[in-house]
């Protein structure tokens, strides 16, 4: 009998072993959990009650309950790449392997020729997919990163907030010529965009008629301002300075011909199709202090190239464009259990869903119980070497003493053998 107590303490030694040798080989494994092998006493039952008084039982030696791992932070390392990820917090990140869903701890991604985020496995990340406005929807899918040009968008609104000197004398010369600097008292440039991203000049000249009224003229590209309609070119002020909203009603309409410019320039390429935009004024004024220029935006942009990514702690991937514009290109989801622990390990450093860990509650990061994500980073194994050395001499010490228990009994046996 104690041959086979004393093997059985072999087989959960040898066992604590491969337990504790599998967690210092992991040591350097991104997202890696470590594992504790756990025992139970095993006994042996009698068919009957007075078959074996259990009470008073030897026991029949050692068996493995279980192996589980460890679901607590590893430290978390910047790494400079811009696809790695690491969650500080709870949660694991979610793959597609193949159309079957499989979760993981290891954050280091890259793209494969199709764009997808995937892992060194080409599992594919999995989150909420965005539109071509860069709106992020409840859909779930793989994260791709497109490396096509973002289209170019027309200028349909160009928004300016200025002071006019009212003490400024009306200019002598009229109608406004922008080659003649004595036909006007002010004038601002911005630039705005046409139907194929390519850009203009706007440029925007004020006259003063009056005491509180001004004449507006504009120009594109320097070309005679007569290629540009406005619908209310002039602007009122009240006596107090602020802009006369009835009199002057906000946004106006302001129409280019292009094609008159093209013409005017010599240009043959580009846009020739009418530019329609409103121009708002509504932060203008007219006060006793110099002309100065307050705000000045349009809310179009050329075409431009994928030049960077970005992701936040709630996951949103944004990509940066050579145009200066950035749009969201979806949001990494993460998912969370209600006994982790339940999880099965299936090699690679990813987990699937069982039975005992419930069903995958999936989210946004750092929303609910759910972790932050942090960019350039990933988290490094939870293993702690010392442990795991103290746990492998426990184990070869626990090896040891049963091998000497099966040592004993064979020289007990051998003296029974040699009684004569």
Do not use: C
């Not at 997808?116 to 496995?121: C, H, K, Q, S």
């Not at 911005?190 to 706007?202: C, E, K, M, R, V």
């Not at 209600?338 to 090699?347: H, K, R, T, V, Y």
């Not at 103290?390 to 010490?397: D, E, K, L």
């Amino acid at each position: 009998m104690s041959f086979r107590i004393a093997l059985t303490g072999l087989n959960a030694a040898s066992t604590d072993l491969n337990v504790v040798a599998n967690n210092i080989a992991n040591s350097s494994t991104a997202g890696f959990k470590t594992s504790r092998a756990e025992f139970a006493e095993f006994v042996t039952r009698g068919i009957s009650a007075a078959a074996v008084d259990q009470n008073n039982s030897a026991g029949a030696g050692v068996q493995v309950a279980t192996v589980t791992s460890k679901m607590t932070q590893g430290n978390i390392s910047y790494t400079g790449r811009p696809l790695d990820m690491a969650i500080s917090g709870q949660g694991f990140f979610v793959l597609n392997d193949n159309g079957s869903r499989v979760y993981s701890r290891a954050g280091n991604f890259q793209l494969d020729r199709e764009g997808r985020i995937v892992n060194a496995f080409d599992h594919v990340l999995t989150g909420y997919l965005a539109d071509a406005n860069g709106n992020i929807n409840n859909t779930l899918g793989d994260l791709r990163v497109s490396t096509a040009e973002l289209p170019p968008r027309i200028t349909s609104r160009v928004d300016v907030g200025m002071n006019l000197d009212a003490a400024a004398a009306i200019p002598p010369i009229s109608p406004v010529d922008p080659a003649d600097p004595d036909s006007y008292n002010f004038s601002t440039s911005l630039a705005i965009f046409d139907s194929q991203g390519t850009a203009h000049t706007l440029t925007t000249y004020f006259a003063k008629t009056g005491s509180n009224t001004w004449g507006l003229a504009m120009s594109v590209d320097g070309t005679d301002p007569a290629h540009v309609t406005l619908s209310s070119p002039t602007l009122s002020f009240t006596s107090g300075g602020a802009l006369d909203l009835a009199a002057s009603p906000q946004p106006m309409s302001v129409s280019v011909d292009l094609a008159a410019v093209a013409a005017e320039l010599g240009v043959t390429t580009g846009s020739t199709s009418p530019l329609v935009f409103n121009l708002a004024m509504t932060e203008s004024s007219q006060f006793g202090s110099p002309f100065a220029t307050n705000s000045l935006s349009q809310d179009g942009f050329a075409s431009g190239r994928l030049s960077g990514v970005d992701i936040d702690e709630t996951g949103v991937l944004f990509g940066r464009y050579t145009n200066g514009q950035a749009r969201a290109l979806g949001q990494v989801a993460l998912a969370n259990f209600s006994n982790p622990q339940g999880l099965s390990n299936i090699g690679d450093t990813v987990w699937s869903e069982t039975f005992s860990s419930g069903a995958a509650l999936i989210g946004a990061a750092n929303s609910g119980s759910l972790g932050a994500l942090r960019a350039g980073s990933i988290e490094e194994s939870n293993v702690e070497l010392t442990e795991e050395l103290v746990s492998m001499i426990t184990a070869q010490r626990n090896f040891q003493a049963n091998a000497q228990v099966i040592s004993t009994a064979d020289s007990l046996t051998q003296t029974i053998i040699n009684l004569r």
